[in-house]
């Protein structure tokens, strides 16, 4: 809504001494700063390649809002100034923290916090816990010292307080509760009710038991219908024992659509609504938008949801990263002390961009106290490089379409992803087990474009404080849960969720057209969409959606937070035992390290510049959901891409493939192939066929056919690797695949083919050769 004209004597009267017939108030609101405290590009700040970066910062962000608190003053509005949570986020900007300020806050000498700094600073009324102030108990009370030192009151009425000593004491002192009451000039009293998504326990790492009216054998809307009538009893609390008249609740249920259909439906009294934890951008038309930033979910802000009674309630929410300031314009009627209406709202652009009319200079201190610091922390960081990417490698990319059949947007959410893959592999590696997991959840960002990765880059993609943790045996029926689990969500139309599973050591075909796996975690083996799974030796553990082998035991690693039961997954329910001593290496060190570590051992790390990079497009180049090869298959949605057949002459010949599925045979002579996307079949019948490079060489896609070949020599499948005719050794630049005519005779291997920018042990004979 816009400011309206009110009529002149209405207008006069308030100016007036003496007269107090109604009151202003503004109501500044943000949400999910997540550690945004550079600028709206994250890590980069006024950097001329990345026009977003001179968007957002939260020195930026406290000049705009202290400039709203001065003009609403002036006017003779009171003034509340309110967070819905998410005040950090976990990663290289919050690390700073812990490395610089772990005995710098001024009052007691204990851990301060950047992020706090600037909170202080700003000064918010109130804040909301959200689910990533928790995401670091799992190492210590984290929450509990951020809510103490943040200099405003945390907020949840389905929060259990009681359940560690450290909220306790912030209870008893006030510094957290169910609400809080804030009194305007003119003696109104205005409360504040805060709630937390009860998807809590599921998607960060709060204390046991800290969730109140919820359970986890209910869905996400039966524990959102359960925490209403807390919401309810301190609304009815505030208004009839406290006097308050005017109500706002500032939830963080993580998607706006949470509050208008599910929450206000239920709830009477409430005044305005303040959304957080779903990234939404509310604006309307004549808001300024960000440069490079997102489109707007929404265009209007406010947007409206009737409650209980069928009155409309506004509902409104501060989008993410420091970008923009929401503000609410209501007059308080002087008699009543009721909202008699909603004049004005907006969204305040935070801009530093000098072309811009709206641009601000950030406030001296925080960038001196704050940004600066975390820039160089960043800087050094981003200094350290640890390899090379020859491919933009995809995380939280996702974007669904509709309607379908439709080809969505890939993202570590809804498909498997280079990225994916490459943190998959990395966890794989680290644990030192046949197959390995990652919860989409936990992938953060992508690398944009090829170049240098670097130590920060690492923090970037994987920030939480997650451990590596092993089992040491499963089997497939424990697995298949695991797998309907992660695909329970999934849809033709590339509907995104963190529980996702990124995979390394296996295959995994899935059909989202099938029955879904129950949302309720013990409902072990209700679902019926995994079709098939081969470990990646061959072995067949699932095929047409039935267990064929429940004997084979395998080693599997995931994650702390998924093998805890973060985002539901049901390892207990499924009785698979972890290893008691878990990894002190966390999934950020894990990825580093894969990246580091000689290839000679496993890891990625070239011997020298001369050989390329260390993350190729062979294994982590760009994803395709829509054809019937790679790691994740959802059979719904692939089709077969029909290609062509190449073959060579007896000379040096140069062969290409299609986007399809192509059969390329060199023939005679040292020949250059390049099979393109798709599932290609490089075919050798002789050992005339040898010394050919294959340029694009995909595991998980491509086959090198050697049935032929094997035959004319005498040698059976069953033989070829186990006796040692098979020989795959590293060569500078990849991998040379050979073949010994005796095996373990005095014979020398010899080179057959050479496949650029693999290594040795990312070839595996039962999954990649046709024997």
């Not at 959102?224 to 009893?233: K, S, Y």
């Not at 420091?322 to 009721?338: A, C, F, H, K, M």
């Not at 079949?681 to 066929?689: C, I, Q, T």
């Not at 005519?741 to 046709?770: E, F």
Request: proline share 5%; hydrophobic share 40%; charged share 15%.
């Amino acid at each position: 809504m816009r400011p309206m004209l009110k009529p002149l004597a209405f207008a006069l009267a308030l100016a007036l001494p003496g007269f107090a017939l109604a009151e202003g108030l503004t109501v500044l609101h943000v949400g999910d700063q997540e550690s945004w405290l550079i600028s709206a590009q994250g890590n980069l700040r006024d950097n001329a390649g990345q026009a977003i970066s001179f968007y957002g910062g939260v020195d930026r962000l406290a000049t705009v809002i202290a400039s709203a608190k001065a003009a609403a003053t002036a006017a003779g509005k009171s003034v509340v100034t309110l967070n819905a949570g998410d005040s950090f986020l976990p990663g290289p900007r919050l690390t700073a923290s812990f490395a610089n300020l772990a005995n710098a806050h001024p009052e007691d000498g204990g851990q301060d916090f950047y992020d706090a700094i600037a909170a202080r600073q700003i000064g918010f009324d109130a804040t909301t816990f959200g689910n990533h102030e928790f995401d670091l108990d799992n190492t210590g009370p984290v929450a509990a010292r951020f809510a103490k030192v943040s200099g405003s009151t945390y907020l949840s009425v389905n929060l259990d307080f009681g359940v560690t000593p450290e909220l306790a004491d912030l209870e008893a002192s006030g510094k957290v509760a169910k609400s809080k009451i804030i009194t305007t000039t003119g003696g109104k009293k205005v409360g504040i009710v805060g709630a937390t998504t009860p998807l809590l326990p599921g998607i960060s790492s709060p204390p046991a038991g800290i969730m109140k009216n919820w359970s986890a054998a209910n869905t996400e809307e039966q524990n959102i219908q359960a925490m209403l009538p807390l919401v309810q009893a301190e609304i009815d609390r505030l208004r009839n024992e406290e006097g308050v008249t005017v109500i706002i609740v500032m939830s963080h249920l993580q998607n706006a659509r949470n509050e208008m259909n599910k929450m206000i439906p239920g709830l009477t009294g409430v005044d305005l609504v303040i959304s957080g934890g779903g990234h939404e951008l509310m604006s309307d038309p004549d808001d300024l938008l960000i440069n490079g930033g997102v489109a707007p979910s929404f265009t209007t802000h406010p947007v409206y949801a009737n409650d209980a009674l069928g009155k409309p309630v506004p509902v409104v929410t501060g989008h993410f990263g420091n970008r923009y300031v929401g503000e609410v314009n209501l007059t308080i009627d002087d008699t009543t002390g009721r909202i008699a209406s909603l004049d004005a709202t907006r969204m305040i652009r935070v801009s530093g961009a000098a072309g811009d009319a709206d641009k601000v200079i950030g406030d001296a201190t925080l960038n001196a106290t704050v940004v600066t610091p975390v820039v160089n922390y960043i800087a050094a960081l981003n200094a350290q490089v640890i390899g090379s990417t020859a491919t933009k490698l995809n995380g939280p990319t996702h974007a669904a379409c509709t309607p379908a059949p439709c080809q969505y947007t890939e993202g570590v959410r809804n498909a498997e992803t280079g990225l994916g893959n490459l943190v998959a592999d990395a966890m794989r590696f680290a644990g030192k087990t046949d197959v390995a997991i990652q919860n989409g959840g936990g992938i953060r960002t992508n690398i944009g474009a090829a170049g240098n990765v670097t130590m920060g880059d690492t923090f970037n993609i994987l920030p939480f404080t997650n451990l590596v943790k092993r089992a040491p045996a499963m089997n497939a029926t424990q697995l298949k849960d695991i797998l309907e689990h992660s695909v329970s969500s999934a849809s033709a139309t590339g509907a995104a969720n963190g529980k996702f599973a990124q995979i390394s050591g296996m295959k995994v075909f899935y059909d989202t057209s099938k029955a879904a796996r129950s949302s309720v975690v013990a409902n072990v083996g209700t679902g019926e969409r995994v079709r098939r799974v081969v470990l990646d030796d061959g072995t067949v553990l699932i095929d047409n959606g039935v267990v064929v082998n429940n004997t084979r035991n395998f080693s599997f690693t995931t994650i702390d937070f998924t093998a805890n039961g973060g985002d539901n997954y049901p390892f207990a329910a499924n009785g698979v035992v972890f290893e008691n001593d878990p990894f002190t290496i966390t999934y950020q060190e894990a990825l580093a390290n894969y990246i580091k570590a000689p290839k000679a051992s496993g890891g990625l790390q070239r011997d020298s510049a001369a050989e390329g990079d260390e993350i190729t497009v062979n294994l982590y180049g760009e994803e395709n959901a829509f054809d019937l090869h790679g790691r994740l298959i959802d059979v719904n949605v692939g089709v077969t891409v029909p290609g062509v057949a190449r073959t060579g002459t007896a000379g040096r010949d140069n062969l290409v493939g299609t986007a399809g599925d192509d059969i390329i045979s060199g023939g005679p002579g040292a020949d250059t192939l390049t099979g393109g996307a798709g599932g290609d079949k490089f075919v050798y019948a002789s050992l005339r066929d040898a010394g050919d490079i294959i340029t694009d060489f995909t595991p998980y896609a491509d086959t090198i056919d050697l049935s032929l070949l094997l035959n004319s020599l005498g040698i059976t499948p069953a033989q070829a690797v186990a006796n040692g005719h098979i020989v795959i050794k590293d060569v500078t630049g990849g991998a040379s695949l050979q073949i010994d005519t005796d095996g373990a005779g005095p014979a020398a291997a010899r080179p057959l083919v050479t496949l650029k920018g693999l290594t040795a042990k990312q070839i595996v004979p039962a999954r990649d050769l046709g024997l």
